[in-house]
């Protein structure tokens, strides 16, 4: 892979309904292949910064953040994933995309999937980071386990984010990087954050993957990762395992999270 040498993107925005503004960075030239990076729960895109750094020069690449994360602001009553999805096809239409990858981190491999699913003739593949396999988050739950997950969260929310981060951080993760991800995520901007994990609680994963026809790869880190995945979505997810660090690989690991997305761009 070409070493990079991009600078600072140029910081955007884009607005919506409901007093919606989505903020993003744009890097790269306008006419380079296309690829979107959506960062996940509670984190917001300069959790990329590093990752674009060591991006080919050649790429255009948009980070967003999603509504009521990191700068972007939403006075909005729905949170759905597939809400979020339109944030990040608002900010495809300002740059007039008419191809792109989109990679999503943890909650926002979701929203890449459902803009596949909104964009079919403009997303050609989905990546997702650690994303799309943990089985008791991202297919659909039944009724009783959504009111048992989500009361966690409403019950004692920074006890739920802390599970979280412990559910996402594999024996030997160094504990002051564990309480970093912590005293960030728990920090969301309310009520988004909880509404978000509403709206991901009850995303039907399976109904998109009915009608996504792109391709969709998953990186997931090995020790997280659960044959049971692998059982389930063989047919339909190209499941990756690599040794990278913890949930929050992209971060952690920049480089090699640069290295796999251009394998997938080209």
Request: hydrophobic letters at 45%; a negative charge.
């Amino acid at each position: 892979m070409t070493t990079s040498s991009r600078t600072t993107g140029e910081n955007l925005l884009v607005r919506r309904s409901d007093h919606t503004t989505i903020r993003y960075t744009a890097t790269g030239p306008a006419d380079g292949p296309v690829l979107v990076l959506v960062h996940g729960w509670a984190c917001d895109r300069g959790d990329f910064d590093a990752v674009t750094g060591h991006l080919p020069d050649s790429y255009r690449v948009l980070a967003v953040d999603l509504a009521e994360h990191g700068e972007s602001r939403s006075t909005r009553a729905v949170w759905t994933v597939e809400e979020f999805a339109r944030d990040v096809a608002a900010v495809l239409e300002a740059q007039s995309v008419t191809t792109a990858v989109v990679a999503g981190h943890s909650h926002g491999a979701a929203v890449a999937v459902e803009v596949a699913r909104l964009l079919p003739g403009t997303v050609t593949h989905v990546v997702a980071l650690d994303g799309l396999h943990y089985l008791s988050l991202f297919p659909a739950q039944s009724e009783d386990e959504a009111d048992a997950l989500l009361g966690m969260f409403r019950d004692d929310f920074p006890t739920a984010v802390r599970g979280l981060v412990e559910g996402g951080s594999p024996a030997g993760t160094d504990p002051a990087r564990k309480d970093a991800y912590f005293q960030k995520m728990v920090s969301v901007r309310q009520p988004g954050g909880l509404r978000a994990i509403e709206g991901l609680v009850h995303w039907d994963m399976d109904a998109a993957l009915r009608e996504v026809r792109q391709p969709i790869t998953v990186f997931g880190i090995r020790d997280l990762v659960a044959r049971e995945a692998f059982d389930r979505y063989a047919d339909r997810l190209d499941i990756v395992l690599v040794d990278l660090g913890s949930h929050h690989f992209p971060v952690e690991a920049p480089e090699a999270t640069a290295r796999l997305l251009a394998g997938v761009v080209g």
